[in-house]
């Protein structure tokens, strides 16, 4: 009498599975989680050269993450101009950056986290091109 062949899955069938259904959920956070930075192709701005020499980085565009600490100063023509803390824990840097008046429905208060797309100006002042909240 003929015997039937088995119909059962091997082992090492199951096992190739189980990776390749691994690898994709693996690939696919590690892409999603790459997409919540929007400046990721921007170069980060370099605070400790802007505060040696401001105007060496005019007309660049950089990317700033830091928490909002005080408003400075706000015109009704120019926007408000605020500093942020760049950095963790107390050796953190501060910086003013000027938020236009494009940016007036965003309520910037004080101790929330934003990250900053920026451009250093004419006198080296930092002039915001972008903002998200983080």
Same mark, same amino acid.
């Given at each position: 009498? @003929?015997?039937? @062949?088995? %119909?059962?899955?091997?082992? &090492? /069938?199951?096992?190739?599975? @189980?990776?390749?259904?691994?690898?994709? #959920?693996?690939? $696919?956070?590690?892409?999603?989680?790459?997409?919540?930075?929007?400046?990721? /192709?921007?170069q980060p701005l370099d605070t400790s050269a802007y505060l040696e020499n401001a105007n060496s980085l005019r007309g660049n565009v950089y990317r &700033? *993450?830091? /928490? =909002?600490?005080?408003?400075?100063?706000?015109?009704? /023509?120019? $926007?408000?101009? #605020?500093?942020?803390? =760049?950095? *963790?824990? *107390?050796? $953190?840097?501060?910086?003013?950056?000027? =938020?236009?008046?494009?940016?007036?429905?965003?309520?910037? +208060?004080?101790? +929330?986290?934003?990250?900053?797309? =920026?451009?250093?100006?004419?006198?080296?002042?930092?002039? @915001?091109?972008?903002?998200?909240? %983080?």
């Open positions: 009498m @003929a015997r039937r @062949a088995s %119909s059962r899955v091997s082992l &090492v /069938t199951l096992l190739l599975s @189980a990776a390749f259904v691994l690898a994709l #959920i693996v690939g $696919g956070a590690y892409f999603f989680i790459g997409q919540n930075d929007p400046y990721r /192709t921007v &700033v *993450e830091g /928490t =909002v600490q005080n408003s400075l100063s706000w015109s009704p /023509t120019r $926007g408000r101009l #605020i500093s942020i803390k =760049v950095g *963790e824990a *107390e050796k $953190g840097e501060r910086l003013a950056i000027l =938020v236009p008046v494009a940016f007036n429905h965003i309520n910037l +208060q004080k101790g +929330q986290r934003y990250q900053f797309k =920026v451009e250093v100006v004419k006198d080296g002042v930092i002039e @915001a091109r972008d903002l998200h909240k %983080s």
